[in-house]
């Protein structure tokens, strides 16, 4: 079983980021690791050579971003998950739209 780092600048490989993570209860697979490197949607890394080296810290913030707040029962969450998607759709209604180029 893999243990928390006690440092917030400890680093993992992908491979290893995925085993802690998914030991420590979120399970990110490596190959979802690899997929939001490239779209950008993951915890940062660095390179060394051809690895990606994950940051402790780095992964910490990257999962209170993606962890909701602290509900009390699934009432609770059904009721921030409308008022979510309310606020983003009102922000979907209000964006300009994209121009498309010829």
Known sequence: MASIPLTPDAVFTRRQLSTVLTELGY????????????????????????????RWADVLAWLEVRVSAPRSGTAEGRAIDSAEQTACAGRAANAEPVQQQA
Request: charged share 20%; aromatic share 14%; hydrophobic share 25%.
């Open 27 to 54: 399970p990110v697979a490596y190959t979802s690791l690899a997929t939001m490197s490239h779209r950008g949607t993951g915890p940062k890394y660095r390179r060394f050579g051809t690895r990606s080296l994950y």
